[in-house]
């Protein structure tokens, strides 16, 4: 089992950038693939983007491709999420997702462990 607390979060203005991180818990954190997810107010949980247990593969969503990237320390057991021009549509709470997988996966239903998720918003 693993367990997940993001970081990171806050209040940035459009065009801004923010770096979240995920800690996770335990000594087999290299052997879990790992998303970011984003749920916005009234809005059903999309992916954003995912990385391979090793960080030599990686996934985006189309809406954060080219603005965000997403990698990982296995040493540090702690993933991130860069994000650079950020715009008032990517405010929304922020997840990390821990996957028994050596896939990079995207859905939402692929993956075992959750975050408590860490608020994002970016004024206009």
């Known amino acids: 089992q693993v367990q997940l607390v993001e970081s990171g979060g806050g209040l940035v203005q459009a065009g801004g950038s923010l770096r979240l991180s995920c800690a996770a818990s335990g000594r087999t954190f290299s052997m879990y693939a790992m998303g970011w997810f984003r749920q916005a107010p009234g809005k059903e949980r999309e992916f954003v983007a995912a990385?391979?247990?090793?960080?030599?593969?990686?996934y985006y969503a189309d809406s954060v491709k080219g603005r965000f990237t997403i990698s990982r320390d296995n040493v540090k057991n702690t993933m991130y999420l860069q994000m650079n021009s950020l715009k008032p549509e990517d405010t929304a709470v922020y997840y990390c997702a821990a996957a028994r997988s050596f896939m990079v996966l995207k859905g939402l239903d692929d993956y075992d462990y959750w975050g408590q998720g860490t608020q994002v918003t970016v004024s206009s």
């Open positions: 990385i391979s247990r090793s960080g030599g593969n990686t």
